[in-house]
């Protein structure tokens, strides 16, 4: 049975960072790709930062809004990803999802191309 399980949200002030957690059991983590969402009340899910099987650099990617300020990286040997988060600001408060999915998935961010989904951290950034 595929789980994952986030953790790190918190409450911060504006210009702060934190770190989230993803942690993934059930299956071989570095086959399947991965990526972080968030979604604020009244909107729908966004995508956030996308990081492939493979692991190359290549094939990260991030949403403008969180690029050069969020940074997407996993342990595969602690079947982990990570998204650190610097210079947050007001607009980041969201809850925070970690998706999976076997294969290569396109990096078009899209939550119907992740089949596995967390159950969220919440991030609260207060200006």
């Known amino acids: 049975q595929v789980q994952l399980v986030e953790s790190g949200g918190d409450s911060v002030q504006a210009g702060g960072s934190l770190r989230l957690s993803c942690q993934v059991f059930g299956v071989t983590f570095s086959l399947y790709s991965m990526a972080w969402f968030r979604q604020a009340p009244g909107k729908e899910r966004e995508g956030v930062a996308h990081?492939?099987?493979?692991?190359?650099?290549?094939?990260?990617y991030y949403a403008d809004s969180v690029k050069g300020r969020f940074t997407i990286s996993q342990d595969d040997a602690k079947n982990t990803m990570y998204l650190q988060m610097n210079s947050l600001k007001p607009e980041d408060t969201a809850m925070y999802y970690c998706a999976a999915d076997f294969g290569r998935v396109s990096t078009a961010l899209k939550p119907s191309d992740y089949t596995y989904w967390g159950q969220g951290t919440q991030v609260t950034v207060s200006s």
């Open positions: 990081i492939g099987n493979g692991r190359n650099d290549g094939m990260i």
